[in-house]
């Protein structure tokens, strides 16, 4: 037996205090459909499996786990103050070009319509003016007139004007040279359960994960990662790099340009994250927000050290140096050994050998909208002599203890 009853198990405790409270009743009479004494016993039942539905529905909604639609947000706005994340349009760029040099001037007024071959309408944001004898291109902000992920555009798809423009000629052509970003469907169930569950976890704002929690709040987004960018010492350096993806970061990247298009246009949509950080980030913290599908590398280093050397600072130094590298690559950078290799060369203390990366053992390439990063703790190191070896991994203070 479930943990309510069911409409059966109702109807047999019905049928079982009729047949106690009145023997000339018999069990055929109550069981056999149609009879009045089950019609009666029946309807008693339907009604009382109702008022049972109706509490089992309350129970749920008192639980994450088990409150769906409405009651999920009911809860999770009465207990931890967030509410969904509503659809969110697509933006744009939209380019306005002339075969010959315009006779006139004339205006792009905000509002203005224009939409894809496949009807999806974009609207524009802000006004602009196409110069006297200009061919363009003058490009001015466009987001979809509706939200959701089925709003988005490939680049050079809006290519219909809606709108006429008035003075405009008629060899005037538009057209968006990037794809969109940023649309996405409401927020679902489980999406905005997760976040309810990690509300905690970030009440403390300021932190790294309050940080991808205010990201992940911005309607359009679905991933976060936030590093900390470190000194050479690995101590935090006051800035903070974050890395958000949006339901297309793959979808719509036109592979044949460098960099590629949808790179570029995609900071609209990582302005309006670092806007969302706000009441989050600390205060004279700057956090760089982009957008990329992050990869994470981890390091191992392997040094040699030249005599006298301070080992541990020398090794946290070459560390730092490494994390600092690759938490610096654009998206579609590669990881080249070279380049590591240079940045160690230069570590007071190290005895530069040309070995000193063991892992990976040459370049690392990504896709252009992939972007490498690693942590301190990613970052590993050992000692080429027995006789130096490492033993600590940081040093907070730089503190050293005198010689002799």
């Known amino acids: 037996m479930s943990d309510l009853p069911s409409f059966d198990d109702l109807f047999r405790i019905g049928r079982?205090?009729?047949?106690?409270?009145?023997?000339?009743?018999?069990?055929?009479?109550?069981?056999?459909?149609?009879?009045?004494?089950?019609?009666?016993?029946?309807?008693?039942?339907?009604?009382?499996?109702?008022?049972l539905g109706q509490i089992a529905d309350l129970a749920a909604a008192l639980y994450l786990d088990s409150a769906v639609e409405q009651?999920?947000?009911?809860?999770?706005?009465?207990?931890?103050?967030?509410?969904?994340?509503?659809?969110?349009?697509?933006?744009?760029?939209?380019?306005?070009?002339t075969a010959s040099p315009s006779a006139v001037a004339f205006a792009i007024?905000?509002?203005?319509?224009?939409?894809?071959?496949?009807?999806?309408?974009?609207?524009?944001?802000?006004?602009?003016?196409?110069?006297?004898?200009g061919v363009g291109p003058v490009v001015v902000a466009v987001r979809s007139v509706l939200a959701g992920a089925d709003q988005s555009a490939k680049a050079g798809t809006i290519t219909s004007l809606v709108t006429a423009l008035s003075g405009g000629p008629g060899d005037l052509t538009i057209r968006n040279p990037y794809a969109t970003t940023g649309a996405d469907s409401e927020e679902a169930d489980d999406a905005l359960r997760e976040r309810a569950r990690r509300f905690f976890l970030t009440a403390r704002r300021g932190t790294l994960t309050a940080i991808e929690q205010a990201a992940l709040g911005v309607p359009?987004?679905?991933?976060?990662?936030?590093?900390?960018?470190?000194?050479?010492?690995?101590?935090?350096?006051?800035?903070?790099?974050?890395?958000?993806?949006?339901?297309?970061?793959?979808?719509?990247?036109?592979?044949?340009t460098v960099p590629p298009r949808y790179e570029t246009q995609s900071q609209a949509i990582a302005?309006?994250?670092?806007?969302?950080?706000?009441?989050?980030?600390?205060?004279?913290?700057?956090?760089?927000?982009?957008?990329?599908?992050?990869?994470?590398?981890?390091?191992?280093?392997?040094l040699t050290f030249e005599a006298g050397a301070d080992v541990n600072i020398a090794a946290l130094?070459?560390?730092s140096a490494v994390t600092n590298y690759i938490n610096s690559l654009a998206p579609g950078a590669a990881f080249v050994a070279a380049d590591v290799l240079g940045k160690i060369?230069?570590?007071?203390?190290?005895?530069?050998?040309?070995?000193?990366?063991?892992?990976?053992?040459?370049?690392?390439v990504v896709k252009p909208l992939q972007v490498l990063r690693t942590s301190l703790g990613l970052v590993s190191a050992v000692a080429a002599q027995t006789d130096q070896a490492i033993t600590t991994g940081s040093n907070p203070d730089a503190f050293t203890l005198a010689q002799g």
């Open 16 to 51: 079982d205090e009729v047949l106690v409270r009145n023997s000339l009743v018999s069990r055929d009479a109550v069981e056999r459909e149609g009879s009045d004494a089950n019609i009666l016993v029946a309807a008693a039942s339907a009604m009382a499996d109702e008022v």
């Open 71 to 97: 009651e999920l947000d009911h809860l999770v706005f009465d207990r931890y103050g967030l509410v969904r994340k509503p659809a969110a349009a697509s933006v744009d760029s939209l380019a306005f070009y």
């Open 109 to 133: 007024p905000k509002g203005t319509l224009a939409q894809t071959s496949g009807g999806t309408q974009f609207i524009t944001t802000e006004a602009s003016l196409f110069p006297v004898g």
């Open 220 to 256: 359009g987004i679905r991933k976060a990662s936030a590093f900390e960018v470190i000194d050479s010492l690995g101590r935090p350096a006051r800035s903070v790099q974050l890395v958000v993806t949006d339901a297309f970061a793959e979808q719509f990247v036109d592979y044949s």
């Open 271 to 302: 302005t309006t994250v670092y806007a969302a950080l706000a009441d989050v980030r600390p205060a004279g913290v700057y956090v760089a927000v982009t957008v990329a599908n992050v990869v994470i590398l981890p390091i191992q280093l392997t």
């Open 317 to 319: 130094n070459a560390r």
């Open 345 to 364: 060369r230069t570590i007071q203390g190290i005895f530069y050998t040309g070995g000193e990366l063991f892992s990976p053992a040459g370049d690392v």
